[in-house]
């Protein structure tokens, strides 16, 4: 299995970007897909999860939207009025179930860096 995000980059104070992550290989089920961040000298911090329920953080709550195509078995984060205190690694993660004998897993992909900068 395998999650692959895309969408980072360099956008400037109150823009807007949309990372979107795929997930690929063996999937029998999808519990939950969703996103994480890492600032410099931060731990990694829950974005937004969507499974059952959707949680978001609540410094990002009315700005950042998560979605996903269950069909594609991909997950979107659309954010908007991005603040520099946004800027980090964005990880997006997915609690997968390969096949029928495995319970879930938890996958993380590569990371992509958000950059908020005027």
Same mark, same amino acid.
């Given at each position: 299995?395998q999650?692959q995000?895309?969408? %980072?980059g360099l956008? #400037?104070?109150? $823009?807007s970007l &949309?990372?979107s992550? +795929?997930?690929? /290989?063996?999937?029998f089920s999808i519990?939950?897909? %969703?996103w994480?961040r #890492?600032a410099? $000298?931060?731990? &990694?911090?829950?974005? +937004?999860?969507? /499974?059952g329920?959707?949680?978001?953080a609540?410094?990002?709550?009315?700005?950042?939207t998560?979605s996903?195509?269950?069909a594609?078995n991909?997950?979107?984060?659309?954010?908007?009025?991005?603040?520099?205190?946004d800027?980090?690694?964005?990880?997006?993660t997915?609690?997968?179930r390969?096949?029928?004998?495995?319970?879930?897993?938890?996958?993380?992909?590569?990371?992509?860096?958000?950059?908020?900068s005027s």
């Amino acid at each position: 299995v395998q999650l692959q995000a895309s969408g %980072g980059g360099l956008v #400037q104070p109150g $823009g807007s970007l &949309r990372l979107s992550c +795929a997930a690929s /290989g063996s999937i029998f089920s999808i519990n939950f897909m %969703g996103w994480y961040r #890492q600032a410099p $000298g931060k731990q &990694r911090a829950l974005v +937004a999860l969507r /499974g059952g329920n959707t949680n978001y953080a609540d410094s990002v709550k009315g700005r950042f939207t998560i979605s996903r195509d269950n069909a594609n078995n991909t997950v979107y984060l659309q954010m908007n009025s991005l603040k520099p205190e946004d800027t980090a690694v964005y990880y997006c993660t997915a609690g997968i179930r390969p096949n029928v004998y495995t319970g879930y897993v938890t996958y993380w992909g590569q990371g992509t860096q958000v950059t908020v900068s005027s």
